[in-house]
């Protein structure tokens, strides 16, 4: 356990020496100034008859899980995997004291533990712009539990990144893969019913299941199995290639 947490430790700290996550949370800061600007805008147009007093916090959210988090997950695991095959750098992972096994879970667990930390900042983030907007702070506990919450799905994200990983040599085949699937499995999921329900990406809002929600237990259950079901089969699949493969 000891060499699989100073593992992950050390594949994290290679995801944030690179300066494009960085600039990826400036956007995601700055997409979140913007949609306050078009607040104010609305009311300077309108001579202050109409003022949007909303939840900023809780609007952001989509972004941030549906498009921000995605993005992140297909970079970071293609760089932690297609990029360092490519550049022949991978050997060295496998030349440490680890199973391959623990050598694919740390870097998978680095990617999962970078996108936590993106989906905490943009929650700062947005706390900080509605409260320089004068808007309510009332559900904010409530919004940070969302935030929290809506970190479980991104396990079958990097999952899913990582067996598409598997299966190309190549960073940016791998990447665009990564996005086409991720396309391709959200559009089943708002326009084919009740098939798309069945895909993972169905629920990247997990809050929306769990907090407020009136479903009974066996609805949980089967989204719950649905999810985990995927991370386990993906996470599997991605195993077995891993293993039998010569780096």
Not at 61 to 69: C, E, N, P, S
Not at 219 to 240: E, M, P, R, W
Request: charged share 15%; glycine share 6%.
């Amino acid at each position: 356990m000891k060499t699989l947490v100073l593992n992950t430790k050390n594949e994290l700290s290679k995801l944030l020496r690179k300066k494009k996550y960085i600039v990826i949370g400036i956007i995601g800061a700055l997409v979140c100034i913007l949609r306050l600007g078009g607040n104010v805008m609305i009311a300077k147009v309108s001579d202050g008859e109409v003022v949007i007093k909303s939840n900023l916090i809780t609007e952001m959210l989509g972004f941030v899980v549906d498009i921000l988090v995605p993005l992140i997950v297909f970079m970071a695991v293609t760089d932690l995997f297609a990029s360092e095959v490519q550049e022949d750098t991978f050997k060295e992972s496998l030349m440490r004291p680890l199973t391959r096994f623990k050598v694919m879970t740390s870097k998978s667990l680095a990617v999962f533990l970078l996108c936590c930390m993106t989906i905490l900042a943009m929650f700062v983030i947005c706390l900080a712009v509605q409260m320089v907007s004068g808007n309510s702070l009332a559900y904010v506990p409530q919004t940070l539990a969302a935030y929290v919450v809506d970190m479980v799905p991104v396990l079958a994200l990097v999952a899913m990144a990582v067996f598409i990983n598997m299966l190309s040599k190549s960073p940016t085949l791998a990447m665009l893969l990564c996005i086409a699937v991720y396309i391709f499995f959200k559009y089943l999921n708002y326009y084919v019913s009740p098939a798309g329900q069945m895909i993972f990406t169905a629920y990247s809002q997990w809050h929306k299941i769990w907090i407020g929600s009136l479903l009974p237990l066996g609805a949980l259950l089967s989204k719950v199995g649905i999810l985990f079901g995927s991370v386990l089969i993906l996470y599997t699949l991605s195993y077995i290639i891993f293993d039998g493969k010569d780096y």
